[in-house]
């Protein structure tokens, strides 16, 4: 499981290094609060004025009466002219980023500079937005890494995983983090650790909910899934309406449906 195989030497985005530092390309999932409260305390406040003017900080009432703390929720669109750092919440937005009306981000939150978060975005915490990045219309985001130049443009669902620069997720796309349970671990509310298989060895993630590890200039088609424990080297292709099993794919796959739940696995052409 070499890292290059994931995310390739050019690879710009800030936070690699502290990427590269676990043992597996997924390590990082487990520290993605960590890497924010360092970042973060680092910055010096600043842009609090376009906040406020456009968007409803803090004690934002849920539903069912509860308060959702250290939250933005948009209330007019704007381009933010300076960066924002709320060092308190935990939130640091880049400048030129354009936040729509009816965005969510809830803290702790990073956001590079020139992105884009359209109306519906949902961002759930422990969220890191490389720079010219897209969060489409009504896609989720949580406990997760998006690096430079990534786009997940709409209605997708990025839960618990890491995708590399130059990744593009087709509409509909949804990386699953949550295996099936067997009925005594839904009533004792317990969750296993995702085991993967690489070349007939198991691996043990070390994680409850992982969803999917996605290489540099990798992109997804539409309506597509990946189950809970997806590992796509750089350069791959999923074709859209495939559901990729969990597992290791090698840098330049091309992975599409073969009939039932069966997928065809080939080598791109370079």
């Given at each position: 499981?070499?890292?290059a195989e994931y995310?390739?030497?050019?690879?710009?985005?800030?936070?690699?290094?502290?990427?590269?530092?676990?043992?597996?390309p997924?390590?990082?999932?487990?520290?993605?609060?960590?890497i924010?409260?360092?970042?973060?305390?680092s910055?010096?406040?600043?842009?609090?004025?376009?906040?406020?003017d456009?968007?409803?900080?803090?004690?934002?009432?849920?539903?069912?009466g509860?308060?959702?703390?250290?939250s933005i929720?948009?209330?007019?669109?704007?381009?933010?002219?300076?960066p924002l750092?709320?060092s308190a919440?935990?939130?640091f937005?880049?400048?030129g980023?354009?936040?729509e009306?009816?965005?969510?981000?809830?803290?702790?939150?990073?956001?590079?500079?020139?992105?884009?978060?359209?109306?519906?975005?949902y961002?759930?915490g422990?969220?890191?937005?490389?720079?010219?990045?897209?969060?489409?219309?009504?896609?989720?985001?949580k406990?997760?890494?998006?690096?430079?130049?990534?786009?997940a443009?709409?209605?997708?669902?990025?839960?618990?995983?890491?995708?590399?620069?130059h990744?593009?997720?087709?509409?509909?796309?949804?990386l699953?983090n949550?295996?099936?349970?067997?009925?005594?671990?839904?009533?004792e509310?317990?969750?296993?650790?995702?085991i993967?298989?690489?070349n007939?060895?198991?691996?043990?993630?070390?994680?409850?909910?992982l969803?999917?590890?996605i290489?540099d200039?990798t992109?997804?088609?539409?309506?597509?899934?990946?189950?809970?424990?997806?590992?796509l080297?750089?350069?791959?292709?999923?074709?859209?309406?495939?559901?990729?099993?969990?597992?290791?794919?090698?840098?330049?796959?091309?992975?599409?449906?073969?009939?039932?739940d069966?997928?065809?696995i080939?080598?791109?052409?370079t």
């Amino acid at each position: 499981m070499k890292f290059a195989e994931y995310f390739l030497e050019d690879n710009s985005f800030r936070f690699l290094s502290e990427i590269r530092n676990g043992n597996e390309p997924w390590s990082s999932i487990k520290a993605i609060d960590l890497i924010i409260k360092e970042y973060v305390e680092s910055v010096s406040e600043s842009g609090l004025g376009d906040i406020e003017d456009n968007c409803q900080l803090n004690n934002i009432t849920g539903l069912n009466g509860e308060t959702i703390e250290n939250s933005i929720v948009v209330k007019q669109s704007f381009i933010l002219t300076e960066p924002l750092c709320i060092s308190a919440e935990q939130i640091f937005i880049g400048a030129g980023t354009f936040l729509e009306s009816g965005a969510i981000i809830k803290a702790p939150c990073v956001i590079g500079k020139n992105c884009e978060i359209r109306q519906g975005a949902y961002m759930r915490g422990n969220v890191i937005i490389g720079n010219n990045c897209v969060v489409g219309h009504v896609t989720e985001v949580k406990n997760s890494i998006f690096m430079n130049d990534t786009h997940a443009g709409h209605f997708a669902y990025v839960g618990d995983s890491i995708l590399g620069s130059h990744v593009n997720l087709g509409a509909g796309t949804k990386l699953a983090n949550l295996q099936f349970r067997s009925r005594q671990e839904i009533d004792e509310n317990r969750i296993n650790t995702i085991i993967v298989r690489n070349n007939g060895e198991r691996i043990n993630t070390g994680i409850f909910k992982l969803g999917a590890v996605i290489g540099d200039y990798t992109e997804i088609g539409c309506n597509t899934v990946t189950s809970p424990g997806t590992i796509l080297g750089a350069n791959c292709w999923v074709y859209p309406n495939t559901t990729a099993p969990k597992g290791f794919y090698p840098a330049g796959s091309i992975i599409k449906n073969s009939g039932g739940d069966a997928v065809q696995i080939v080598k791109r052409a370079t």
